[in-house]
């Protein structure tokens, strides 16, 4: 019974899309994904292993012996082994090295020199190429001789003999003009193309600003060496927008069945930064000890003069990250941009310390208490909006990731300076 | 002059794409914005108008006449009408419509009425369509009567006289086969078709998993009404990540240069939601104001608590938040997941709770402290965790945005329960 159930089960898998197959791997605890992959038919192993997360790919060649490995990567193109390469034996690498052609190990090895945040990184080398003194009835000729298009062909490259690139033949200028016509009369010269040490993200842009399909890369002599599809493309932008959101609580890319072990490690560092930022700010408040065992209401109002600080500048700090990230933010507006947030904070914050002085108020029955509340407020959400708007531009200025780090220095200082204002304030004028 | 500076200027302007025009205007102050706008060629007008945000849109056609955007409008197609149709006067609209043939006044109607965050919304009309029972010699004379392919053209719509969808004819099929060759014989079967009432969300899924370019709309009984695009779908990705980012800080999308009252409206409702619940937990907390004013130590230990609960919780969180996103959290293997937040947080917790220990000691000197320190934090933490996977998930059964509001409860969860739950236990083992 259990064989026939696991029959059914590998027809199931074996008649879905590798991506579906490789969603579904994603989302199962290590020992189920491993008996699943187990299943999968060997001629879907190497789309499934592209299509899964990092993560996920470790787990899965764990389960897979050198032939399998060998069989699955002997399908594959340059660009795709260099992906994969990282995670592989490297006597296997060594060895799928040696079936290749001598092209393809160029290849694969300028692939591999990329980082893997650049252009390089994500190009791939399934390109047509055409000269650009032949007329468009010889390209159809060619194109017929291949078995498909690569993926995501939406032109074809026009080079000279030493591969420079002259311009780009798009598919519809092939089709809607007439076989007569040469090459060079409709090709496009005003073209987008891409170094392959531009970042991904630049790539990226480029391609949401201009509605692209592909764009060749070239090198520094104007020489066509790959080109970067959309496909690789809305990958990079939904690994940024994660990324960014992970980063900003502090995490990197964790499978929600990863081992509690790899989760561990994954957290605690920013818990522990958190904790220590914390301490110090709780260490600056009892500084007032005095203070607050005079007036014990004061312990309770002060952490709404820190989280409140936190949270307004958490919003001027989003909006800045946003701008950054889209390159809207430069030096020459910077001096606007934080006047503008000092103004906006400082009527938001005005009406909200209307509304703690009320309650203030209300718990101690002092004016005093709610008017150094009232102005506690002011000053710490306006320390918040200049944390909020320096802090991101001062990390992106030393080419740093502006999310990254921002949220706990803006955390430390608005609970540290609210502390220290607040219960200064107190100090001063109510004791 | 100045009027030579201005003739410098607006030949530059006009000599970029409409894209970077549109950045540009984006990226200004409103009255720099209306004047470059006021040099942009006409010709240029619609194309930046259909390209620039929402919030920029709205002050370019304040600053345009009722000609200039008849002009622009014109030019438009019915997909693009609907979407710029909010924006524009009623009567203009009016008029509009007037100059439109029966079928895309037809269209336009469709198209308005969508919502727009559905797969109707996001939809065009520009697609090649064409017989089953026609060779490909045929289509290729038929394309080459068209003055160009519709933008992100990679496949052609294979439909009956009804106009049911019956395949689809790739650019590659078609141009790698010999012109002889039936369409029906090359056309793909095993295409995705989407219906116009999806969400774009997860239409920009689909497009991600399976590396789409188009997809074609079809009604209910089959028939094809519209395509999607990579080009809308990239907007859709980058947009949600956005509104993502923004609403876990409590606002909509801002322009940073929006008018000071528009920002104030856009943030002080969240900021006075969060003073809220950051003054229910102070009022919490100064319940324990005996305890309190016995242990003033208990004042600056009791935020320590509070905060790192909610750090630990945002984890959590954000974790919950991305994989829901992605429809990989689903009702059964719920358990599995608290079971395992809440051991990694314990865990975590340990390890972090001995350190806030020490801390404790060393600030009060007292071991009885430094141990409700360790229990309250601990427990803290698993408050969080709890909160951090069943709110989002909460949010999301009931069809709501898991991001928006999460991190107000999850703040106030922790807040409220780690003052309770730590001058709780100082209350009952401390005095």
Redesign the interface.
């Known amino acids: 019974l259990q064989r026939q159930h696991e029959a059914e089960l590998q027809g199931f898998v074996n008649s879905l899309?590798p991506?579906?197959i490789a969603?579904i791997l994603?989302?199962l605890?290590k020992t189920e994904r491993q008996m699943i992959w187990r299943l999968v038919s060997a001629a879907f192993d190497a789309d499934v292993l592209l299509e899964v997360s990092d993560w996920v790919r470790e787990s899965l060649l764990e389960a897979m012996n050198r032939q399998d490995i060998m069989a699955a990567t002997s399908e594959m193109d340059a660009d795709e082994l260099a992906d994969l390469a990282p995670d592989l034996p490297p006597d296997i690498v060594t060895e799928v090295q040696k079936g290749l052609t001598v092209e393809e190990r160029a290849r694969l090895i300028e692939a591999m020199g990329y980082p893997d945040d650049s252009v390089g990184g994500i190009m791939d080398f399934e390109m047509v190429r055409v000269r650009e003194d032949v007329s468009l009835e010889v390209v159809?000729r060619y194109?017929?001789r291949?078995?498909?298009?690569p993926?995501?062909?939406?032109q074809i490259f026009v080079v000279d003999r030493q591969d420079k690139l002259l311009g780009t033949l798009s598919?519809?200028?092939?089709?809607?003009?007439?076989p007569e016509i040469e090459v060079r009369d409709v090709m496009g010269t005003d073209y987008l193309s891409l170094s392959p040490l531009d970042t991904d993200s630049d790539a990226a842009n480029a391609?949401?600003?201009?509605?692209l399909?592909s764009a060749p890369v070239v090198d520094g002599i104007g020489r066509l060496i790959g080109r970067v599809t959309?496909?690789e493309?809305?990958?990079v932008?939904?690994e940024d927008?994660?990324e960014?959101?992970?980063s900003?609580?502090?995490?990197q890319e964790?499978d929600?069945?990863a081992p509690?072990a790899m989760?561990?490690r994954n957290?605690?560092p920013?818990?522990?930064l958190?904790?220590c930022t914390?301490?110090i700010?709780?260490?600056v408040?009892?500084r007032f000890?005095d203070t607050?065992?005079t007036i014990?209401?004061l312990?309770?109002?002060?952490?709404?003069v820190?989280?409140?600080g936190g949270?307004?500048g958490?919003?001027t700090?989003?909006?800045?990250?946003?701008?950054l990230a889209v390159g809207?933010?430069t030096g020459q507006?910077l001096w606007?941009?934080i006047k503008?947030e000092l103004?906006?904070t400082f009527?938001?914050g005005l009406?909200?310390s209307i509304?703690?002085a009320g309650?203030s108020w209300g718990?101690s029955r002092s004016l005093p208490i709610a008017l150094v509340m009232m102005a506690a407020m002011i000053a710490n959400m306006l320390v918040g909006a200049c944390v909020g708007v320096l802090v991101p531009m001062t990390r992106a200025r030393f080419g740093k990731d502006p999310a990254l780090g921002s949220s706990v220095l803006l955390?430390f200082a608005t609970?540290s300076l609210g502390f220290l204002i607040f219960l200064g304030l107190a100090t001063i004028f109510l004791i």
Chains 1, 2 share one sequence.
């Open positions: 899309h991506a579906d969603f994603e989302s605890p159809h194109l017929r291949l078995p498909e298009l993926d995501h062909t939406d598919l519809s200028a092939l089709l809607v003009n007439e391609f949401e600003r201009y509605d399909i959309i496909g493309v809305v990958d932008i939904r927008s994660d960014q959101a992970l900003r609580a502090g995490m964790e929600i069945f509690v989760a561990l957290r605690a920013w818990l522990m958190n904790l914390a301490s700010a709780s260490f408040a009892s000890e607050v065992s014990v209401m312990a309770f109002l002060m952490s709404i820190a989280g409140i949270n307004s958490n919003q700090m989003t909006l800045i990250i946003r701008a809207r933010v507006n606007a941009l503008r103004l906006v009527l938001v009406m909200g509304v703690a309650f718990i955390t609970d």
